[in-house]
């Protein structure tokens, strides 16, 4: 069963935009994690903020997490091209282990 | 350093055949982690082992789905008899302990059942 959900479903936006994907979840997580898949890659990990904090930087990406929403977003700056892919928010509960994913955003980067 | 690997990367088969799927994770990695993936969907978690344990097999169905992770190391995914609805991508994942850690994900197995 899918933990949780995603929105937009798909975000279609132009080079040098900004990108704002959503996530929401149900249970109390221990983390929430980012992952990027495009055909070329597989799944790869983009991110990973812990139940504890609040919000989280790497490079281009931001992302955020509000804990009493059950609810993250991934922010992608100056968006590129090669950001085309499918982005999904994972969560990892108290007790570890199993990773839930959630249906993913579908972004596609007009140059 | 070499990734997760899987194989094969493509099957097609005749429903009611058997097949099996192939994982090497990253060396050293305890947790090995295999999800199937519909088209258009997010990886859902058929099996979870932490070394050779299967500690979390609730998703997978058993009744003609099973799974072996000899000496903690590689594992195989089998499913038989295969129906049409299995059709979809398999994907390996390992990590390096049971924590707040990422999963590494191999490039899957793509799976059709005709």
């Known amino acids: 069963s899918q933990q949780g959900e995603e929105d937009p479903q798909a975000l279609s936006i132009q080079e040098g935009e900004n990108a704002t994907m959503n996530c929401s979840y149900k249970t109390s997580i221990n983390n929430l994690q980012w992952y990027r898949q495009n055909s070329g890659r597989g799944l790869v990990h983009l991110i990973l903020?812990?139940?504890?904090?609040r919000e989280k930087h790497s490079g281009r990406l931001r992302v955020t997490l509000d804990t009493s929403k059950k609810s993250s977003s991934l922010l992608i700056t100056a968006s590129r091209a090669a950001d085309t892919a499918s982005y999904f928010c994972?969560?990892?509960?108290?007790?570890?282990?199993?990773?839930?994913f959630g249906q993913g955003t579908i972004l596609t980067v007009h140059p | 350093e070499a990734g997760v690997v899987q194989s094969p990367r493509y099957k097609i088969i005749e429903k009611k055949q058997p097949v099996a799927f192939w994982c090497n994770p990253i060396s050293g990695h305890n947790t090995l982690y295999w999800y199937r993936q519909n088209l258009g969907q997010g990886p859902e978690l058929l099996i979870r082992?932490?070394?050779?344990?299967?500690?979390?097999d609730s998703q997978l169905p058993k009744d003609r789905f099973s799974a072996e992770r000899l000496k903690g190391v590689d594992s195989t995914l089998k499913i038989q008899p295969a129906e049409l609805g299995d059709s979809a991508v398999y994907l390996c994942?390992?990590?390096?302990?049971?924590?707040?850690?990422?999963?590494?994900f191999g490039q899957g197995t793509r799976l059709t059942v005709v």
């Open positions: 994972a969560t990892q509960g108290t007790s570890y282990g199993k990773l839930t």
């Open positions: 994942a390992s990590s390096s302990e049971l924590g707040a850690t990422e999963a590494f």
């Open positions: 082992y932490e070394n050779e344990e299967a500690v979390d």
């Open positions: 903020i812990r139940s504890n904090e």
